[in-house]
């Protein structure tokens, strides 16, 4: 017998019927047969020990997002379109570092008084305003954003200091690809978290409860294709359209058009509500400001209560602007050291904070340093 | 695209089918989301598939659709959603990475993800398929590939995963 194919190998390996005894005797005096056969045989288990793994990473709350879509899909346009449970988005999210920063692509505190009963429902505005925030601001020159954060709560991942006012800067350079840089300044006016790339070599620094770090990746491959900022500014929009807006029942959404802007206020929650469920977040209260004519947001405030306690954000723009190429002096484009912070280095990928997670968990296995919870 | 509005439905369907569609989710509906998060690597995104395919499934459920083999359909929905993603993702560079942060506890989830990452798209899909637990007649119809093919391609993506797996996990 000449030796099978891949195909038919594998079909051994599947239980095939049908008379196997020549494969059988082929494979016992044919090593290079039985190693194929040991790498499709490999190849099945791993297959299966990918989807146990990967069906494990499966969230709880899904089966209660599901039967919530189910309940509003169709009952109009934003419910229709992904709602999602704040207190759920938040849980899963509440230990991104820039959980905090994409809020803030919000902007700018204002204030809700009467106005005309609008012309366009609130899931209109919000579907023109997350168009307007997904768009590109620019392809050349740098990109600069830069946000006001008060906080009035306890600590958190995002913002590890709890109660006090944080600043946001984020840079992009179009003209150099894989140049950007992300800052978080606590109250105390020291570097919370940052992150900064030239090139190939990227730097994060995040302070925890356990220790700071300073962590160093050296991309290999292809420069990852993804443009920081416009990631960024997906993710402000995931926050504030999925999170606290769109996971609101229609009921609890008010629109109200003034002449310089657009006001979407969340209310109270509903008793029984997926977002009423008890869980580290529950928004009570939310305000997001849009600009009249671009639907660009300006501004956002949330209240309610984080881990049981009462927290306020208020979220404002400070700075969004394109500046010419190289107005940006080098040394801006790079973070300070931070003293006692452990210094780890590994390859990159493009998402940063696995890598860092990845990185820090190694670590900790090495018996090097304590877990980053 | 948005699944149709379930609203139509007179109530009793709309229950019924909801019930139907949860009792699913309860069977499948973890399989499907690592399938979804194994052709994404993204949560979020996954997550919306999984919410979309089931949406999907109560319109089918309430249009009396075909029910010989819903998990199949699932798969071939999923596989579907998670296509137009990826097609999306190409188009707007800028989408998509999964840059919420893993817990530590979800790094090996992680790691099987960047191994698949390595692999074609089509690839991934029959390992993944395969690993559900899919026969060969419903990869076929999940990926819409010609179910003679199945066997030829599966064992060469099968053969190139085991290669990366091993290399991310240092096995022989």
Known sequence: MTCPTDDVLLAQLEGAHGDVTPLSQHLAGCAPCQKRLAGLLSGLNSARIAADTLADATPNSLEALIRFRFRTSGATTLAAHRPRPVAVWLARHRAAVYGAAAVAAAVVVAFLVGGPTPQVSAAQV??????????????????????????????????????????????????RPGRFKLALTGPDGALVRGLVQEGRERRLVMTTPKGAFDLRFHLDGELPSEDLMASRRQQAAKTIFDTLVRAAEPERLGHI???????????????????????????EHARLVLEHDTYRPRAIEVEGRLMGETFKLEVRATANEI???????????????????????GKGTRHPLADAAELIADAARASRVAPCK | MEPEPLMTLEEPERASAEERVLTLYREHGRRLYGYALGLLGNRADAEDVVQDAFLRLGQH????????????????????????????????????????????????????????TRLKPRDRELVLLRGEGLSYAEIAVSTATNPSSIGTLLARALRQFAEEYAREFGKE
């Open chain 1, 257 to 283: 058009e003034r002449p310089d802007a657009h006001i979407i206020e969340l209310g109270p929650p509903v008793a029984g509500s997926p977002d009423a469920i008890q869980g580290l977040v529950e928004v």
């Open chain 2, 61 to 116: 459920l309430a249009k009396k659709g075909d029910e010989a083999n819903l998990r199949g359909w699932l798969y071939r929905v999923a596989t579907n959603l998670c296509r137009d993603r990826q097609r999306g993702r190409m188009r707007h560079a800028g989408a998509a990475p999964d840059s919420a942060g893993p817990t530590p506890t979800a790094l090996s989830a992680i790691a099987i993800e960047r191994v698949l």
């Open chain 1, 126 to 175: 919000l579907d023109r305003s997350e168009a307007a925030l997904l768009a590109p601001a620019a392809t050349s020159g740098i990109e600069r954003l830069a946000y006001a954060i008060h906080y009035e709560g306890p600590s958190f991942g995002g913002l590890p200091a709890g109660t006090g006012d944080y600043l946001i800067e984020a840079l992009c350079d179009h003209d």
């Open chain 1, 323 to 345: 500046l010419p190429g190289g107005a940006v002096e080098d040394e801006k484009w790079t973070l300070p050291e931070v003293s006692g912070a452990v210094v780890l280095e």
